[in-house]
């Protein structure tokens, strides 16, 4: 497939669940679907396009949380980035690791250090912070407060 086939193929087969497509480089794609829709939008695109998942990212964006799935469909060099925005209220995302594995740390990571829920995912433990890290504080959230007075945090977490 072209790059424009798969776009085309993208906007007919999911034009109910896309919300916004930012198509402004030839070689990177921003998709902005619903949230209920992320696990068929990304296993079609995993599955049927045979993109390759390379990581996903989690970002405080003030008003919501925004996480971005970066997908490459290698055979046309196009990268496929799927956001999702979830209200603060209620951070909370179906997980991807049923789809397949590579989700697994990533899921973890963004867990722990945004606080948002991966429903379906079997083992949401600690990868990144200490064990004696308070449950509930969460370190790249906007409102985070340092809760030990007594380190010194000047080379990031």
Known sequence: MTREEVLGD???KFKDDIVEILDERSKKVYIEIKQESLVKVASYIFKDLKARFNTASGVDMR???EILYHFLIEDINLLISLRVKLQKSKL???SLLPIFEGAN???REMHEI????FKGHPDLKRLLLPDDWPDGVYPLRRD???WDKNVIRDRGV
């Open 105 to 107: 740390w990533i899921e």
């Open 114 to 117: 945004l606080g948002i829920n």
């Open 92 to 94: 909370e995302i179906d």
């Open 144 to 146: 985070y407060k340092e």
């Open 10 to 12: 993208l906007r007919k």
């Open 63 to 65: 008003n919501h949380m």
